[in-house]
């Protein structure tokens, strides 16, 4: 049947490939059939290209689309609006911003995370998404901007039954209505399994659209809802995400409050039936050394987020430590209100500079291993490493060109490290998704960008009111949550994460 699929061929590029020589790619054209790679060599029989459209990738390299393995459509249209808070106060401001809003601005958000994404070589984006209320009509609508704009969407709408305001320790301190502005309400564990049943089963994974699940937290779910999730991720055979220490407060939490657990949400979660290879932690900044132990023996991964958990002063994952104890990594660039940007690069450099450093001795090379973790691990982390990550036959059509004739390839000594150190972005041109070119000459082909801004501009008038709003209303928060923070951070759990600051 191949005879009857679209085919395109990408001639005469660097073509990165994880197993070669991540330096100095073989020059190589790739033909795709419909979706996905059909063949990559240095000549292709011209009985295989014979009536293909034809990219010339002349003076290009070509990388597997990035997979952006932890991202929050909801709070897009909140890029620039933070700066100095801390995650658990940042969060009284950004969660609510993300909820009960309109069908057009839920459709207008996710094209804004999804443009940005594809601009920047972001072929595949894990949407954690809140949606709140949880309802068919806004699954329809993600779903529906998804498909329009071409970027493919591990698609994982986020699920709770333990209110807000529990992922604060030291909560038992505020007034009831801080603790109502947390929010205090969620709902039942049954209901919302079954609602994201029904809804893999409406909208069953095709094409671009994949399915994940993501329970919000272990702090956040009761076990009875950890076990639905486990449950629903077999039955699917699909992956978990879920956020796990990304700050201190979070480990104090687990250490005081789970004690049935041995302290530990890593054995609270393996109670539950979450502890295995479906399992991707989110941050995962505060986990300790016989955690990431257990992880590694799992086959469980993290997902690490070191741009958002750095400008939200949470602190640095152990990326070193991680390493040794052998545990599966993805990358991740967060909310768009929390790092403020969906870029891969920069993912990765700060991958390799953190593990520079933790350690003052000569470290391995790593530039490489963040493009791995960039792709492939993205893939793993959604059980789609057999299809998706990298430039071969039988994969998806996920690819990105950049132009070398940038200055970040000027002059050009390596693949691997100018990608992850010096490129920004900036170099790409063409983006390809599912073997449909969404990105070409710079320009988006599947909606009208300038329409999208028109509409966004008009939009953020009544958003910046409303979120004006919140900020006063929220005010009278700031100094107990402030005051929580300070006491997580009394407490002694022998974990250090931050750096470079004399101890006062
Ligand atoms: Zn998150």
């Not at 060599?41 to 689309?65: N, Q």
């Not at 700031?478 to 759990?493: E, M, N």
Request: hydrophobic share 40%; aromatic share 6%.
């Amino acid at each position: 049947m191949a005879a009857d699929l679209q085919k395109l061929v990408i001639q005469g590029g660097r073509v990165y490939d994880h197993d070669g020589d991540v330096h100095r790619p073989a020059i190589a054209d790739i033909l795709i059939e419909g979706t996905r790679i059909a063949a990559i060599g240095p000549e292709l029989p011209s009985e295989r290209t014979a009536g293909a459209e034809v990219i010339d990738a002349t003076g290009h390299l070509v990388m597997p689309g990035m997979i952006n393995a932890h991202y929050h459509s909801h709070d897009t249209l909140c890029r620039g609006l933070f700066e100095e808070l801390p995650l658990e106060m940042w969060l009284l401001y950004t969660l609510p911003m993300g909820g009960h809003r309109s069908k057009r601005e839920v459709r207008l958000r996710t094209l804004v995370g999804a443009l940005e994404s594809l601009r920047c070589g972001i072929t595949t984006v894990q949407d954690m998404v809140g949606l709140i209320p949880l309802r068919e009509d806004y699954v329809d609508v993600v779903i529906t901007a998804y498909e329009d704009i071409g970027a493919r969407v591990v698609f994982s709408p986020m699920v709770f039954d333990i209110p807000a305001v529990a992922m604060l320790r030291y909560k038992e301190g505020l007034p009831p209505e801080i603790q109502e502005m947390m929010g205090t309400t969620a709902a039942g564990a049954k209901q919302q399994i079954d609602f994201l049943d029904a809804q893999i089963k409406r909208h069953p994974a095709r094409g671009t659209l994949h399915w994940a699940v993501g329970p919000f937290a272990p702090q956040r779910c009761t076990p009875e809802l950890l076990e639905g999730c486990a449950d629903l991720a077999a039955r699917h055979d699909l992956g978990i995400y879920i956020h796990v220490y990304e700050t201190r407060g979070q480990v104090v939490m687990a250490r005081e409050v789970y004690t049935d657990y041995g302290g530990s949400f890593i054995t609270y979660m393996d109670k539950a039936g979450l502890l295995n290879r479906r399992l991707n932690i989110a941050h995962s900044v505060w986990l300790d050394r016989g955690e990431m132990d257990r992880m590694a023996e799992a086959d469980a991964g993290a997902v690490l987020n070191h741009l958002s958990n750095m400008k939200l002063k949470s602190g640095i994952a152990p990326v070193l430590d991680m390493r040794e104890a052998g545990m599966r990594v993805a990358l991740g660039c967060d909310n768009c209100s929390g790092s403020d940007v969906q870029n891969m690069f920069q993912a990765m450099k700060m991958y390799c500079l953190l593990a520079s450093v933790s350690d003052p001795e000569p470290g391995p090379a790593l530039a490489h291993e963040a493009l791995s973790h960039a792709t492939l691990g993205g893939a793993r982390s959604a059980m789609l490493d057999d299809g998706l990550g990298a430039l071969k036959p039988g994969y998806k059509a996920d690819l990105v060109l950049l132009d070398m004739n940038d200055t970040a390839y000027l002059p050009y000594n390596s693949a691997a490290r100018q990608l992850v150190y010096s490129e920004t972005g900036r170099a790409i041109d063409t983006v390809i998704v599912d073997g449909r070119v969404v990105i070409k000459d710079r320009v988006v082909q599947t909606i009208d960008k300038d329409a999208l801004r028109q509409e966004v501009i008009e939009l953020m008038e009544g958003f910046r009111a409303d979120f004006e709003d919140v900020v006063t209303s929220r005010a009278t928060a700031l100094p107990h949550l402030l005051d929580a923070h300070r006491r997580v951070w009394k407490a002694d759990i022998g974990l250090e994460r931050f750096v470079a600051r004399t101890r006062r």
